[in-house]
């Protein structure tokens, strides 16, 4: 029998950070840019690497790269580039780096253009895994199937996140806009 993830933190008594993680924030919608930015730059930084790893040096990605200030990052020049190749309390990989300056530079033109990266993603919905994984491959660096699978899923935009006998799954329905339920 396959292991859903809901199963993975009940069975494995992960009550560290992966509790808290699925608890409050996997799967629950999100409307403020810079924190789905923030979602997609730990998303990439995933890639390669376990989920606890980046949940434990969270708060330094949050340090390092200005609370993920979309505007901020847009900016970073190469000399903060290379801050960020020495800072230890992140994953220093010059592409995922890289990937997050372009990606904030993608979604301020999308803001300019959609009014937020919000919009953007409630307008494209809903898509299939599919569909999302081609639309963020031609927008931004560093996106692929899993990438955009856990992103979208842990920000609301593709169910699985829980399980329907997880008691967080109603809490996440609860929340999620009126859009969620269309298909």
Same mark, same amino acid.
């Given at each position: 029998? %396959?292991?859903? $993830?809901?199963?993975?933190?009940? /069975? ?13 924030? $996997?799967? !629950? ?14 998303? @990439?930084? =995933? ?8 949940? &434990?040096?969270?708060?330094? !990605? !949050?340090?390092? !790269? ?9 900016? $970073?020049?190469?000399?903060? #580039?290379?801050?960020?190749? =020495?800072? %230890? ?10 990937? %997050?300056?372009?990606? %904030? &530079?993608?979604?301020?033109?999308? *803001? =300019? ?5 919000? /919009?953007?993603?409630? #307008? ?22 899993? @990438? ?8 609301? $935009? ?5 399980? #329907?006998?997880?008691?967080?799954? *109603?809490?996440?329905?609860? *929340?999620?806009? #009126? ?5």
């Amino acid at each position: 029998m %396959a292991t859903t $993830y809901c199963d993975f933190v009940s /069975n494995d008594g992960k009550d560290t950070v992966h509790r808290h993680y699925h608890d409050t924030e $996997y799967g !629950f919608p999100i409307a403020d840019d810079n924190l789905l930015f923030a979602r997609l730059v730990l998303e @990439i930084n =995933q890639a390669g690497l376990s989920w606890e790893t980046i949940l &434990k040096k969270k708060e330094n !990605f !949050f340090s390092a !790269f200005d609370d993920f200030n979309i505007e901020k990052v847009s900016r $970073y020049s190469a000399k903060k #580039k290379e801050k960020l190749m =020495q800072d %230890a309390g992140i994953i220093r990989n010059r592409l995922k780096i890289e990937a %997050a300056v372009h990606n %904030a &530079k993608c979604i301020k033109a999308i *803001q =300019q253009s959609e009014g937020s990266f919000r /919009n953007w993603l409630d #307008k494209h919905h809903p898509k299939t895994k599919d569909e999302w994984v081609k639309l963020f491959k031609t927008t931004f660096r560093f996106t692929g199937g899993e @990438i955009v699978n856990e992103f979208l899923m842990s920000t609301g $935009y593709l169910p699985g996140a829980h399980t #329907k006998k997880c008691p967080v799954y *109603q809490k996440v329905l609860k *929340q999620k806009p #009126k859009w969620a339920g269309r298909k």
